[in-house]
């Protein structure tokens, strides 16, 4: 994808949605970084019914604690892996505490040091919590970059760091939201609305899906 292109397609992602939020439920950063942590291999729409009745009863680090493990299990036993993300939830929690006061440090290197949360976490709590121009390489970051000719690479970390390079600066802190959405709901895996998509004059994808005929 040329230069222009790539303009082209993140004005016309703007344009359709100027201020793109992620989907999962949260009101503080703490919830945001539970709620991703949590939200490995599972979907957004399970981890908010589960964390909708968590947050109720226990939304800081000191009250996951208070739960204890079976407790927390009990909140999130819908979510697949509930017991290793539990175990990884109260691990930070106490990290939490005991080393930042409670609160969710703004920093990767702090954010990777808390147990369960890999660089993409990281990258969603910097980008999200602290408007940081992070990019956060999911599946579906991971196939637009490739499938659209935007960001090609062979592991996560290169189409992030391609994606870091070819964005243009404006649309940065915002741009990690628009593929998210763009290929949950178009771009999708096994078969992309191609002809529902408003960027497909920029994307370089050889093999567009037609529209469905009737």
């Known amino acids: 994808m040329k230069p222009a292109q790539i303009e082209n397609f993140f004005a016309t992602l703007q344009a359709a949605n100027p201020n793109p939020q992620t989907e999962l439920e949260f009101s503080s950063v703490f919830e945001l970084l539970a709620a991703v942590l949590l939200s490995a291999q599972a979907t957004d729409v399970g981890v908010n019914k589960a964390t909708r009745k968590l947050f109720a ?50 920093d990767r290197e702090s954010l990777e040091a808390l147990p369960g949360v890999g660089r993409k976490t990281a990258n969603v709590v910097l980008n999200v919590a602290f408007g940081q121009p992070t990019m956060a390489v999911d599946t579906h970051l991971f196939r637009l970059g490739n499938r659209t000719g935007l960001a090609p690479g062979k592991t996560p970390l290169e189409v992030e760091l391609k994606l870091l390079k070819r964005i243009p600066a404006r649309y940065m802190v915002d741009a990690h939201h628009w593929l998210i959405l763009h290929g949950r709901y178009v771009c999708q895996a096994r078969k992309p609305l191609c002809w529902q998509c408003s960027v497909n004059q920029a994307c370089g994808y050889k093999l567009k899906t037609p529209a469905p005929a009737g």
């Open 57 to 106: 009863v226990a939304n800081t680090p000191q009250k996951i604690l208070a739960l204890g493990l079976s407790g927390l299990e009990e909140h999130i036993k819908t979510i697949g892996l509930f017991r290793s993300k539990a175990k990884h939830l109260m691990e930070t929690c106490r990290m939490l505490v005991d080393l930042h006061g409670g609160r969710v440090p703004a």
